[in-house]
């Protein structure tokens, strides 16, 4: 007996010791070296560690006693990681969060910073980008921080092989893809396995021309309309046009091999997202690529041009270091951080007020449309992707099963409508 | 007499005392924890408002849950029975041929088993770009041998990508019957084979008469582990179609649909931390069953054959 009860307690010691150093290893990351504070910043960039060092580096050189530690977690896990060290209380300092109902929800677990008081300049900021990241009252958690645009990229050698101009209306877009098919080559590098591109690039960004951008999704969100209107049929029947301009077996083809084949220059063209400049900068030969904004319905109509609200960024309330904290929040907030991101990551645009000149030609490019057009965001993007099923995957869905032939446009759009019934 | 068993027991409490605290802290406790979540509703990783059997009651009445759920378990049902099928039948001949004297059978044997030393993951990963419609080197092979005709997007079309990913996995853990398999023909009285052959057995009637029946209960135990493993399969969904078991969820398993319903935004499919542990539940609750009516039924014809 005395064997066993030997044993049991041995067990229990070990246990306990095991937990406790478990417990103390947490605690230990926060903490930084000598007399520096560490800072720990988490994000869903995990391709930016490197790019978000050197800009975090010139905040050090003014700030010597912080520093501030990037640690990214792959997108797909993001949101439960954060969700759980949050719950742990071992979360970020500086928090990378989702715009709209995927930020509020984080928010709503009250670890989150509220910014009115303490960055004063947000109210200079897009009151449209800071409404990504409030209360329905207007309370700021983040600080709106990037933004990005949908669009067409095309390989400049290709369009010039055929003797082609950068199309501006969706007839000479049309005109345009015959012309690349009728001489053999693949006009687009589209792919419809990951249907999330469907929805985010091509209907929100190539669709919002025909459904009448910012005022539809307004009244869409108000409840006015409803996605069965003609309006928003006709830009699902458009999406369908593009389809014959598809490679063989897009249905298999998903988004890393899309990027492969326009980035190697296989496919002329490429419906695609700001934040692709640096794959395809990656993959060789970026003076090759060009861009061009999503064509307009017809000659003389206004650009709907989709600026998605893609980053903001939050502080975490249960921080030990608050007041290094701050310092870095305002830096983050201010136009010379702004200066540096776009340096770092062209594709990506910042909304903090101020002149700049960005380094890229394609991120150059794509802002040149701004000033002419009116910005919007994702068609379903606000509120109606804040229940389930969320209005997110139902138009990807049902763009997929619409190329798949399962469904017409008409039908695609009452798919999604009919979904939506949570919503109404 | 009583006072030896009573030392029995005592030893024995001794050996199993460890194992059985390492269980509770990280496999009863997370379980019952799981469980209790599944009665709670509300934001964030912790749900906390108590709301009964509500979660059970909206999952299987309200159709944005129920029709996600029965179409998981559907897949799930097509999934294992394909698996079964390719591991049980093909596996068992596999066995029986390696466990067959002639040349190089030990390394017939040893092959067979290494692809069950990958992970599923990087299984997942080369079968995705083996069928790449694209650069694939699968769609390349049939051009070259004149079934060009025949090239579907495997995994972009819902009436295949379901039996390819099935494949995948059969594949990959078809070694693990083989091994199964063969060890219990290997079991086999060698003298009762002799006997067989003299009395003039091919060798259709030596599987019927003799291997069959004595490996029947080593059906039983392969079918079990490929049940538990395909009803809490997610990693080769996630590598291969994604975690929304693409396309319009044609490949989407219980695991895969756990994972987003538990811990996606609900932007993305999830349906918060409360009503993914519902379905967590109710896949524990799937593969006990499962579990123990397959236990019965391989029971009942272990006896019957006894007899």
Sequence with gaps: MELVKK?????????????????????????????????????????DIERMNRINAEFTKENPNIVIDFQPVKDTEYDAQLKQSLAA????????????????????TDSLMELNDLLPELKDFPSAAV??????????????????????????????????????????????C???????????????????????????????????????????????????????VLAMEKMKELQPYFPERFEGIDYVTMQEIFGTGNAAMFMGGSWEIGIFEDLGGLEDVGYFAPPLAKKGDTLQYCFHVDAG????????????????????????????????????????????????????????????????VRTVWEKLSAGSPSGNELVGEAIQKMYANELTPEEACKFVNDQLSWYY | ML?????????????????????????????????????????????????????????????????????????NIKFFLIVTFIQNILGFF????????????????????????????????????????????????????????????????PRSALIVVSIAVSWQFFGESVLF???????????????????????????????????????????????????????????????????GYSTDLMGSLFYRTAFATTERGGWGTGMGATVATMMFLIVTLGVGTLLAFFNKKKEEMTK
Aim: hydrophobic fraction near 45%.
């Design chain 2, 3 to 75: 006072q030896a068993q009573k030392k029995h027991a005592r030893f024995l409490f001794m050996f199993i005392f460890p194992a059985f605290i390492i269980y509770t802290v990280f496999m009863l406790l997370p379980i019952l924890n799981s469980m209790k979540y599944s009665l709670y509703s509300g934001d964030g990783l912790i749900p906390d408002t108590f709301v009964g059997l509500d979660n059970y009651v909206k999952l299987f009445t309200e159709e944005r849950y129920y029709s996600k759920f029965w179409n998981a378990l559907g897949n």
């Design chain 1, 7 to 47: 044993s049991i307690l041995t067990m229990l010691v070990l246990l306990l010791a095991g937990t406790m150093a478990f417990a103390s290893g947490q605690q230990g990351s926060s903490t930084g070296d000598g007399d520096k504070v560490k800072l720990v910043f988490t994000s869903w960039r995990t391709e």
């Design chain 2, 94 to 157: 596999m066995a029986v041929f390696v466990t067959r004297s002639f040349k190089g059978n030990r390394f017939m044997r040893k092959l067979s088993f290494l692809p069950t030393t990958l992970s599923v993951l990087v299984v997942g990963f080369i079968f995705k770009l083996i069928l790449n419609p694209y650069y694939g080197v699968f769609d390349k092979v049939l051009e070259a041998v004149g079934l060009g005709e025949h090239i579907i997007p495997w995994l972009g079309d």
């Design chain 1, 313 to 376: 960024i939050g502080f975490n309330k249960n921080t030990k270091h608050p007041e290094e904290l701050k310092t870095y929040m305002k830096w983050l907030a201010s136009s010379e951080y702004a200066q540096l991101y776009m340096n770092e990551l062209p594709g990506f645009f910042s909304y903090t007020p101020g002149s700049y000149t960005l380094n890229n030609d394609l991120a150059k490019q794509m802002q040149s449309y701004v000033a002419e057009s009116v910005p919007t």
């Design chain 2, 181 to 247: 398999y063969s060890s219990g023909i290997d079991g086999i009285d060698e003298s009762i084979m002799e006997a067989a052959r003299i009395d003039g057995a091919n060798i259709w009637h030596e599987i019927i008469h003799i291997i069959l029946p004595s490996v029947l209960p080593i059906v039983g135990i392969v079918t079990i582990l490929i049940f538990i493993g395909d009803f809490t399969q997610f990693d080769i969904i996630y590598a291969m179609t994604g975690f929304r078991g693409d396309p």
């Design chain 1, 131 to 176: 409404a990504a990241w409030a209360t329905p009252e207007m309370t700021s958690y983040a600080i709106p921080a990037a933004g990005v645009v949908h669009g067409v990229y095309y390989r400049k050698s290709i369009f010039e092989k055929y003797n082609l101009d950068v199309p501006a209306t969706w007839d000479e877009f049309m005109a345009v």
């Design chain 1, 178 to 232: 015959e012309t690349l098919k009728a001489g053999g080559e693949t006009v687009f590098a589209q792919g419809t396995k990951d249907n999330w591109m469907l929805y985010e690039v091509m209907y929100s960004g190539l669709g919002a021309n025909f459904y009448g951008g910012e005022e539809a999704r307004q009244a869409l969100m108000n409840k006015e309309v409803r996605f069965t209107d003609d309006n928003f």
């Design chain 1, 89 to 108: 209380g071992v979360g970020a300092d500086i928090i990378f969060l989702r715009s709209y109902d995927s930020g509020y929800q984080i928010y709503k």
